[in-house]
C-alpha cells in the first residue's frame, strides 16, 4: 500500500522493474473472463511483450476482444505488505511491421535473465508462437483504504 508521501510513480516502476510475470485478464466473445499469468518483457512502463500460442485461450480472447486488465505483482510478499500495478490496456498480436522491434525487446529481456535469445522465426509460422504485446492507457497502485489510486510511470 501507498503511504503519505510516497513515489507512487516510482513504486510503479519498480514493481514492473522487478517482476517477471503479469497477470493478464481477457474475456471471450460471450464476455467471460480469463486470467493467464504470462512472463512479459516491457518497452518502458507502458508497453508490454509476451509470447504465447495463438491457439492459447488468452491469445483467442486478445483476437476476439482486444481491451485487456493487467496486474503486476510479488506474489511472494508477507501478508499486509504487497503491492501491485494494475492496468487497463489494448492487446493485440504484434503487427509484422512491428515485429522487429517487439522481438528485440522480448529478447534482450530473456537474455538479462539468464534465458535465451529469440528470434523473427520464432514468432513467425509455422513456429508455435507469436509475439503479442498490450498498450498500457491506465496505470494505478494501491493507497490506503484498499483504493486504486492513478499513476504515471514513465
Same mark, same amino acid.
Given at each position: 500500500m501507498i503511504v503519505a508521501g510516497e513515489d507512487r510513480a516510482g513504486v510503479a516502476r519498480s514493481i514492473v522493474d522487478s517482476n517477471r510475470y503479469m497477470t493478464l485478464g481477457t474475456a471471450d466473445a460471450d464476455g467471460l473472463p480469463w486470467v493467464s499469468p504470462v512472463w512479459y518483457a516491457p518497452e518502458g512502463y507502458g508497453e508490454f511483450f509476451w509470447v504465447s500460442s495463438p491457439e492459447a485461450r488468452h491469445s483467442r480472447n486478445v483476437a476476439l476482444r482486444p481491451p485487456v486488465a493487467i496486474v503486476i505483482f510479488d506474489s511472494g510478499a508477507p501478508v499486509g505488505t504487497g503491492q501491485g500495478l494494475y492496468m487497463r490496456a &489494448?492487446? +493485440?498480436?504484434v503487427p509484422e511491421a512491428a515485429l522487429d522491434r517487439g522481438i528485440e525487446?522480448?529478447? /534482450? /529481456?530473456? &537474455? +538479462?535473465q539468464g534465458a535465451r535469445a529469440w528470434t523473427l522465426d520464432d514468432v513467425r509460422a509455422p513456429a508455435p508462437h507469436r509475439l503479442y504485446r498490450a498498450t498500457a492507457s491506465e496505470h494505478a497502485v494501491l493507497g490506503?483504504?484498499?483504493? /486504486? &489510486?492513478?499513476v504515471s510511470p514513465a
Open positions: &489494448l492487446a +493485440e498480436q525487446t522480448f529478447s /534482450r /529481456r530473456s &537474455l +538479462e490506503p483504504g484498499d483504493v /486504486r &489510486l492513478p
